[in-house]
């Protein structure tokens, strides 16, 4: 073999010892550091936990971080809870909810109002009754009344009395109060009952379909308990459906006993059935719903004639015939209440609805033409809503207790 063929065989064996060397060292270094390794000192739990001081160092300022114990919760402060405004308002009370007459007029107040507005600090000339004419006239006072409260009126600017529509309607509050004086005397603030004691007192109420008879009955049940009188009520409006029923809920209501028939039955047989057991049971008085009978219809009021006489046989005493009139019908009001004096001699008049309407001044009306007292006037659906009425309450309600001007 030459010496040239030798060379490349020489030269790979060389390298391959060189490798072989090396491997060698590299697996004794490592060995070695396992080794080191084995022998140190175990791992803190803090180190475990933390790192080691080497790690912690890292900072700048070399500050070691140290383990803190949970903070405790800081006590609760409790919070200012707003009261509800419904909590700030006083507590209504039951004289709270007593309707006023001042509260009932205030829409028929406004006409005069109007013309309190329209005539401030002028003086008294054509233009001037011609709007207070107008105005009694839309409160319904009444064509012949106010004819009467202007000649009145009319004779204080004649006499020099009167310069200024300011007292105008100072002597109109004046010439209102006279037309009440009248009957101011023979007024009776309360419903009359029997002095015969062996007999029963017998309310009849009277008047038309819808102006509020049956509620103003269930009112005057109320009113009476209250005032410690024993009640019952006698369902007479048989021909309105449902009539019994409203009646029996009033007489839930006013914790009063109701006596009724079959309807389209004899009114004149339920209420002596009433007035029997009235007696029987010693009730003081027997309150009778009628049905509404159209005044212009001869047939009907000569029926409710017949439910006056039998109410006053004995041991029944008609101490009462109570007219309801509904405010807002204005004049009509004044021609129901002529035909139902005519059948069943009224003694007074309960007029309803007058919180509704404008046309309070058929008041005076009701009261200057035909005589007849107004009771009561009904303000509201409650069972309180209905009060005395008192004529000097009501002008000031009407005309407006401000001064004029």
Do not use: C
């Amino acid at each position: 073999m030459t010496l040239a063929s030798i060379t490349p065989i020489l030269l790979t064996a060389v390298v391959v010892l060189l490798l072989a060397a090396a491997a060698a060292v590299t697996i004794r270094r490592r060995g070695a550091a396992s080794q080191d390794g084995s022998a140190s000192e175990p791992t803190s739990s803090i180190e475990q936990e933390h790192g080691t001081r080497d790690d912690l160092l890292e900072s700048k300022d070399e500050r070691v971080p140290v383990a803190r114990e949970p903070l405790e919760p800081s006590p609760e402060v409790p919070r200012e809870v707003a009261t509800p405004l419904r909590d700030q308002m006083p507590e209504t009370t039951a004289a709270d909810l007593v309707p006023t007459v001042e509260a009932s007029m205030a829409k028929s107040r406004g006409l005069f109002a109007s013309f309190r507005a329209a005539r401030r600090l002028r003086g008294i000339d054509s233009e001037t009754w011609e709007e207070l004419e107008a105005t009694l006239l839309r409160a319904d006072v009444g064509v012949a009344t106010t004819k009467v409260l202007l000649a009145t009126l009319q004779e204080g600017v004649a006499s020099g009395t009167l310069s200024t529509s300011e007292d105008l309607l100072r002597h109109l509050r004046v010439a209102l109060l006279a037309q009440f004086e009248a009957l101011e005397e023979t007024r009776q603030r309360e419903l009359a009952f029997t002095q015969d004691p062996e007999a029963v007192s017998v309310w009849l109420v009277v008047g038309v379909n819808g102006v509020g008879k049956t509620t103003t009955i269930g009112k005057l049940a109320n009113r009476a308990t209250l005032q410690g009188h024993k009640v019952l009520m006698a369902a007479g409006d048989t021909f309105r459906a449902a009539a019994g029923e409203q009646l029996e809920t009033w007489g839930e209501r006013a914790d009063t006993d109701v006596v009724r028939g079959a309807a389209g039955g004899d009114p004149s047989a339920i209420v002596y059935d009433a007035i029997q057991r009235a007696k029987a049971r010693k009730y003081d008085v027997v309150l009778a719903d009628t049905a509404g009978r159209l005044h212009n219809k001869v047939n009907l009021v000569e029926e409710l004639k017949k439910i006056r006489r039998v109410a006053d046989k004995a041991p029944g005493n008609v101490t009462e015939v109570l007219l309801v009139i509904d405010a807002t019908t204005g004049q009509n009001a004044l021609q129901q209440a002529r035909a139902f004096t005519e059948a069943v001699a009224v003694t007074g008049v309960v007029l309803t609805k007058l919180d509704g309407s404008a046309k309070g001044g058929v008041v005076v009306a009701i009261e200057a033409e035909l005589g007849i007292p107004v009771r009561f006037i009904g303000v509201g659906e409650g069972l309180n809503d209905l009060l005395v009425f008192e004529p000097q309450a009501f002008v000031d309600a009407l005309l407006g207790s401000e001064p004029v001007g």
